[in-house]
Each structure stands twice: as structure tokens, then as C-alpha cells.
């Protein structure tokens, strides 16, 4: 069964920035593409940001384009988000989720549990 | 950026009823179309994909269907743990996209 670990979630405030992390395990991490998607308290969900198995190509929600950047180490079988100027919007559980292919597809087949992000002063 | 719309918000039923989920997708003809359940506390877990392909351990009494702009998901006999947010979500194009959900609700 696959597994997905994010970590790093917690307070920041305004204008500073978090990294969040997540741990996959169960299946051949460097061949899949993996994507992050959001979900803001009592709402609905947001796509985020994807890469591709070798890292090759990245895509982004325009809400966090010059703000958030995706990153993987494949040979830890991690994926990152760091995230900066972070706004009050941005506020929200962030779940890792697997793509179905090695190239950004947005088939979305397998989410972590998430991990909060909240903006506050 | 593509919109989905889902209807109704909120599906009020008894266990043993049928539901019957809609998904409109907005401007374009969409193939690649996905549905998730989310319950209360928990992550989304795929239900199906590619419009009416089943995911692994989607139970039988789902079903789901349609093509281009308007798509379904029907729950034949709805069972307790069937209550939960539904979702449908479109990977025809970047930047994929999530209906707002649908409810079912006892």
C-alpha cells in the first residue's frame, strides 16, 4: 500500500515561509510524479504544484507562482514544498498526492493524511 | 482555467437509497475526469478515473459515467459510510481543477 508522510505544517505569520516535507514509501518513488493539493479549513480543494519523476518540469497554481517552490530527492524518497511570503489565504491542510505517471499527468491516485499550515499574526 | 460545477450542494437520503451526483464541466469537452470521497477528518481517496474507470477498492455499488461537459456518479444502495464529501476533478488541462463538492448527508 502506498504511503505518504508530510510533515512541517504549523503557525507562520504573515510575509514568512515554511518548508513542508513528505515521505513516500511502498512503491518506486523516482517513478512517479508527485503533486501537492490544499485544502483550506471547511473548503473545497486546490491544486498546487507538481513535478515530475526526474524533476524536469514543475507546474503551478498562479495563487503561488513565484511564491512556493517544489523540489524531490529521489534518492530519499522526498518530495518538498517551501513556501514563501506567505499570505493568510495560503492558510490550509497540504496533502502530498501521487501522480498516476512519470510525467506531470494530474491523475491524482494516492494522498497522505496532509498537515496544517496556518497564517496568522 | 477549466470550472466544474457540481450538483446539488447537499444530497439529504436515507441508507439503502440511490444518490446520483452531477459534474458540468465549463467551455471545453473534457475526457480525463476524475471522483474522490472525502469523509469528515480524513484525505480524499480516489474513487474513479479517466470518467468511469474504477480505482482499487472502489466498492461495486459505485458506478460512474459520462463524457464530454456532463458527468455522474451514482451510489446504487448508499451505505452508512457512504456519507461524505464527493468530488470530481478535471486533468484534461493544466491547471486541474476541483468541483466545489457534493454533499450526501443522512
Known amino acids: 500500500e502506498v504511503q505518504l508522510f508530510e510533515s512541517g505544517g504549523g503557525l507562520v505569520q504573515p510575509g514568512g515561509s515554511l518548508r513542508l516535507s513528505c515521505a513516500a514509501s511502498?512503491?518506486?518513488?523516482?517513478?512517479?510524479?508527485m503533486t501537492w493539493v490544499r485544502q483550506a479549513p471547511g473548503k473545497g480543494l486546490e491544486w498546487v504544484s507538481s513535478i515530475s519523476a526526474g524533476s524536469d518540469a514543475t507546474s503551478y497554481a498562479g495563487s503561488v507562482k513565484g511564491r512556493f517552490t517544489i523540489s524531490r530527492d529521489n534518492s530519499k524518497n522526498m518530495m518538498y514544498l517551501q513556501m514563501n511570503s506567505l499570505r493568510a489565504g495560503d492558510t490550509a491542510v497540504y496533502y502530498c498526492?501521487?501522480?498516476?505517471?512519470?510525467?506531470?499527468?494530474?491523475?491524482?491516485?494516492?494522498w497522505g493524511q496532509g498537515t496544517l499550515v496556518t497564517v496568522s499574526s | 482555467e477549466i470550472v466544474l460545477t457540481q450538483s446539488p450542494g447537499t444530497l439529504s437520503l436515507s441508507p439503502g437509497q440511490r444518490a446520483t451526483l452531477f459534474c458540468r464541466v465549463s467551455?471545453?469537452?473534457?475526457?480525463?475526469l476524475s471522483w474522490f470521497q472525502q469523509k469528515p477528518g480524513q484525505a480524499p481517496r480516489l474513487l474513479f478515473y479517466?470518467?468511469?474507470r474504477r480505482a482499487t477498492g472502489s466498492p461495486d455499488r459505485f458506478s460512474a459515467s459520462g463524457s464530454g461537459t456532463d458527468f455522474t456518479l451514482s451510489i446504487t444502495r448508499l451505505e452508512p459510510e457512504d456519507f461524505a464529501m464527493y468530488y470530481c476533478?478535471?486533468?484534461?488541462?493544466?491547471?486541474?481543477?476541483f468541483g466545489q463538492g457534493t454533499k450526501v448527508e443522512i
Open positions: 479517466g470518467a468511469s
Open positions: 498526492v501521487r501522480d498516476g505517471a512519470r510525467y506531470i499527468s494530474g491523475l491524482i491516485d494516492n
Open positions: 476533478q478535471q486533468y484534461e488541462t493544466s491547471p486541474w481543477t
Open positions: 511502498e512503491f518506486t518513488f523516482s517513478d512517479y510524479a
Open positions: 467551455q471545453t469537452s473534457i475526457s480525463y
